[in-house]
């Protein structure tokens, strides 16, 4: 049960707990609004340095605290890109899941009969 | 974007511009953005929890999670850069607030002082015979001024090595990924032989994902032991010992024997569906420490302290049932709490009846005790964790290591102790540094009134909360599970029994 490159994704074996993939989306998330909390007091500070401190220093940290926002909101979306690509996947197992229990149900039925 | 030009009008308006910063606005701001670099380190920790979860390929595995797994890697290796850059700008940060305070109260007396200020000190003095403390005072204001002005600037620009200049971050998040060398050759850090558990939480805390994987790789004997490393590492590290040792057609027979009986006792665990994390694999010093639960995360810990005549090899299993029991009692107690427990065999207990009449394994168990329990909390401050209630649960001769533990510098990190068949104690219930002390002894149990190392735990003057023991309880059946001592035992786990 292992392949050289990644021994605990090995070729050939696809398994899914929808439930705890869904959670773990839901965990980053959260991760993502605590961070875009986070991108929006450092854009506020940078509006509060340039008050403080004026002149070029002011300026100076203002735009560095800027810069930091914008760094947490980068990170911040990648976070939410990735809760969304984890809540869709449990989304689309348990769809799939549903749809091959109907297409085998359907061709049980189907075929019943037809053996007798 | 412009530059505003400095303040016109010379040295007097360059030092009333200075008299009318808003050195506490500075302050409270900066004050702001440490609290948001600060929140940075315990975020990426969660989300390299994350993407250990996805890595582990035990909820998701495939293709698809594969690529998923790779791509919080990444999140999180980019999330530790940005990290760095940002606490080294704030690092800036504190130097502009400290430099511009001074600066501010500089050039008040000097305005109050010098009047109309000519461009240097030095001139003045040697004209006018103005007050010269306040012209030194303005001259150094304007030192310091400059000071702050390259402290603003360095908080910018250390942050160049994200791709950011001039303030302008690159415009999308595979931009900034692209800025850093993610890809390639990762030098093996040092690891720490000396210092304090936090130092060592700080020192992991401050690596990348890459260097905390080489680490566990290519150090897991130091890794694995190394107190105020988070315990997923620890367990990645140790289990990396365990197989190698497992895989060794040299090891002496005892050694080989402990590793089998270690593997085989966290197979049985994970068979039953428990989450085991191995926190200490010292096959030649018969050391060993198992975790079931997730001790990062958890909200109440519960170490176990074994007695005499205890080793790996005869008592994991058992004790290992123990922590399990344990845990399950304080779940009871709690539903919904988080709870892990560790069968602690981390020091070597006595072998015989003879030695265990001297304190010296206990004097050397207490160390490592201590150092585990605070291993332990720094580890999760390492992973972004927030504070754990832990109680430690120690049995016959692992109450005299509790009892040492408390001597080793600093506070024991227990919220709680329970003393169960204690064999006596050094001195009273506050000498152990924990704020909630309990004991459980009884009639049957010979050794729980011998006074062998000092008071029993069961008189009054003691000072213990006394937790409920069947007057037919011997010595090792505190935590048998149809004694009323077990539940108990939960009860103070959950924090759901109160000390009387």
Redesign the interface.
């Known amino acids: 049960m292992t392949s050289p490159g990644?021994p605990?994704?090995?070729a050939g074996?696809?398994?899914?707990?929808p439930a705890?993939?869904a959670a773990?989306g839901a965990?980053?998330a959260s991760?993502s609004a605590?961070?875009s909390a986070?991108a929006d007091?450092?854009r506020?500070?940078a509006a509060?340095?340039p008050?403080?401190?004026?002149?070029?220093?002011?300026?100076?940290?203002g735009?560095?605290?800027?810069?930091?926002a914008?760094?947490?909101e980068?990170?911040a979306?990648?976070?939410a890109a990735?809760a969304t690509?984890?809540a869709d996947?449990a989304d689309v197992y348990r769809a799939h899941d549903r749809s091959l229990a109907t297409g085998i149900g359907v061709a049980g039925q189907t075929a019943g009969p037809a053996a007798r | 974007?412009t530059?505003?030009a400095?303040?016109p009008g010379g040295t007097t308006a360059a030092l009333a511009?200075i008299a009318?910063?808003?050195?506490p606005?500075?302050r409270?701001?900066?004050a702001?953005?440490a609290?948001?670099a600060e929140?940075?380190s315990p975020?990426r920790a969660?989300?390299q929890?994350?993407g250990r979860?996805?890595?582990?390929?035990?909820?998701?595995?495939?293709?698809?999670?594969?690529t998923?797994?790779e791509?919080?890697t990444e999140?999180a290796a980019?999330?530790w850069a940005?990290d760095d850059a940002?606490a080294r700008?704030l690092a800036a940060?504190r130097r502009?607030v400290d430099e511009?305070g001074l600066a501010h109260e500089l050039a008040v007396v000097g305005l109050r002082g010098a009047g109309d200020v000519p461009a240097t000190a030095g001139a003045l003095l040697a004209g006018s015979g103005v007050d010269a403390p306040a012209l030194f005072a303005a001259e150094e204001a304007l030192d310091h001024?400059r000071r702050?002005?390259a402290a603003?600037?360095e908080?910018?620009s250390v942050?160049s090595g994200?791709g950011?200049h001039?303030?302008?971050?690159?415009a999308?998040?595979d931009d900034?990924a692209a800025e850093l060398p993610l890809v390639g050759p990762v030098p093996v850090p040092r690891v720490p032989s000396g210092g304090s558990p936090a130092d060592v939480a700080g020192w992991w805390a401050d690596l990348g994902p890459a260097a905390q994987r080489a680490a566990i790789a290519w150090a897991p004997d130091a890794v694995g032991a190394l107190e105020g490393v988070p315990a997923w590492a620890r367990d990645q590290a140790n289990r990396r010992l365990l197989d190698r040792a497992l895989r060794d057609p040299d090891l002496p027979d005892d050694l080989a024997a402990t590793a089998a009986v270690v593997a085989r006792t966290i197979a049985v665990e994970e068979a039953a569906g428990e989450e085991v994390q191995l926190q200490l694999l010292d096959l030649p010093g018969d050391r060993v420490a198992l975790g079931l639960g997730n001790l990062d995360t958890a909200d109440a810990v519960g170490v176990l302290v074994p007695g005499i005549l205890t080793t790996p090899a005869d008592d994991l299993g058992k004790l290992t049932r123990h922590a399990r029991a344990v845990r399950d009692a304080a779940r009871a107690a709690a539903p919904g709490l988080a709870v892990a427990t560790v069968a602690w065999l981390g020091y070597r207990t006595p072998s015989s009846l003879p030695t265990a009449a001297f304190r010296l394994q206990a004097e050397r168990g207490g160390v490592a005790l201590a150092s585990a329990l605070a291993g332990m909390d720094a580890g999760r401050t390492a992973t972004g964790n927030g504070p754990v209630r832990t109680t430690v649960v120690a049995h016959s001769y692992g109450t005299v290591v509790v009892d040492e533990a408390a001597d080793a510098p600093g506070d024991l990190d227990a919220d709680a102790v329970v003393l169960l068949g204690s064999p006596g104690m050094q001195g009273d219930a506050g000498a152990l540094e924990a704020p909630e002390v309990y004991d459980a002894a009884s009639p049957a149990d010979p050794v729980s009134w011998m006074r062998w190392f000092g008071s029993t735990t069961w008189a009054d003057g003691f000072g213990s909360t006394h937790l409920p023991a069947d007057p037919g309880t011997g010595h090792s059946e505190y935590l048998d599970a149809d004694r009323p001592t077990l539940s108990a035992v939960g009860e103070v786990l959950a924090g759901a029994r109160q000390p009387a």
């Open positions: 990644h605990t994704h090995p074996r696809v398994a899914i707990e705890a993939v773990l965990e980053l991760l605590e961070l986070d007091l450092s506020a500070a509060s340095l008050l403080a401190l004026g002149g070029t220093a002011g300026w100076s940290a735009a560095t605290a800027t810069a930091w914008s760094l947490g980068l990170l979306g990648r976070a990735l690509t984890f996947a | 974007m530059v505003p400095p303040a511009a009318h910063w808003d050195v606005l500075l409270r701001t900066v702001l953005l609290g948001v929140r940075l975020w969660r989300l929890g994350v979860v996805v890595d582990s390929g035990e909820t998701w595995c495939g293709p698809a999670a594969r998923a797994a791509a919080v999140l980019v999330a940005v940002v700008s940060y502009l511009a001024a702050a002005a603003a600037e908080a910018g942050l994200l950011v001039d303030a302008f971050v690159p999308r998040f900034l």
